[in-house]
């Protein structure tokens, strides 16, 4: 089943999740459709969860003025709940409070409500640099691993590889 606007909207990433159903993470610059409430700026993603009929269970936004995406950002934690995980250079919306570190993105990762979609956490990391994220997966023991490109000091990339557990405190 679809779910999008008239703007640019593109599926980034699919999980199928244990009940038979998925999890569905969409950039959108959409503010109409099925993103009428949900886009917060320039380009958000939206976390859609499908049951097994293809009904749509919840949605939940994740975004702020400016620039959210994603690139396989998505798993379920051994808890049953959602890890989402991408870049931002919004420091509003759902961003407000967050750190900022500098140049144009940073990564974040947030967990989700398994029955709900609601955000439990949202953490910010980064160095001076744009940092990007390309994947993101559960591990055993209830955290995660993230990897992605950092932009280094001298402008150069360096390849980042976190393991993070509980509020994603690395």
């Not at 390309?134 to 992605?148: E, H, K, L, N, Y």
């Not at 490109?149 to 360096?158: F, N, P, R």
Request: contains cysteine.
């Amino acid at each position: 089943r679809g779910f999008s606007g008239s703007g640019h909207d593109q599926v980034k990433s699919v999980k199928a999740t244990p009940d038979g159903g998925m999890l569905a993470v969409i950039e959108t610059a959409s503010s109409d459709g099925d993103m009428t409430d949900l886009n917060k700026g320039l380009f958000d993603l939206v976390v859609v969860k499908y049951d097994a009929s293809g009904n749509v269970v919840w949605t939940r936004a994740i975004g702020g003025k400016n620039i959210e995406s994603t690139d396989a950002g998505i798993d379920l934690l051994a808890s049953g709940n959602v890890i989402l995980a991408g870049y931002t250079c919004s420091g509003s919306g759902d961003f407000e409070g967050t750190d900022y570190f500098g140049d144009l993105f940073d990564l974040f990762a947030a967990e989700l409500d398994a029955s709900t979609g609601e955000v439990k956490w949202l953490r910010t990391y980064g160095g001076d640099k744009s940092d990007y994220l390309s994947s993101v997966t559960a591990t055993s023991d209830g955290g995660f691993v993230a990897s992605g490109g950092a932009g280094a000091g001298t402008g150069l990339s360096s390849v980042v590889l976190a393991s993070a557990y509980r509020e994603a405190q690395l």
